[in-house]
């Protein structure tokens, strides 16, 4: 499978805290670590006809850059909803967009957490809504986030496209001539506490 490339120089860089980085260096090192980690795994879990573990690795990704979004990691799935919210939509489909909530607490929750996909966990109970149930597919692309039988359907490739493409879409949101001073202020205080994976 092949994924969006974002573009940029592939060097190395120290992680936060090692040497003082610029805005532009710190966001070329979580671009990097992107590029050489995060989705390379997710192809080699997707080509291994892994879908669960390529799930896995994609959701952990939404964390990853929703803590950045947020400008910290924090318990109760704010910056992971937060970035599906802004980031993480199907371009042209806006009655079959992704349900924050749903994917939170029933799927990233439920495959985090228990391996298994709940159609309501506890928490979710809390919420403006119950949480959906869903079904990974990794056959029959036309499925994907189509409600059948009271589950809404993944198409696993789908959404690891998804995924990636979010991601690039932040980064490229942080890369702007004039980007957000919000993002910019979230990412660095992030970037500070976090650094990047190498």
Sequence with gaps: MNWPIISGSTTGGPPAGDLPVSFQESVHNVERAFNETIRPNMDKAASACAPLAAMLVALATVDYFGSYMRGKWETGGKGFK???????????????????DGLYYALRNGLMHNLAMREILRE?????????AYRLRDTDPNLHLQQTGGYTYIYVPTFLAHVCQAAIDYLEALKAVRPHPKLVKNFQTRYKEAGYPR
């Design 82 to 100: 937060e970035f599906v919210d802004e980031f993480l939509v199907q371009q042209g489909e806006p009655q079959r967009s992704y349900d924050a």
């Design 124 to 132: 979710a109970r809390s919420c403006r809504h119950t949480a959906a």
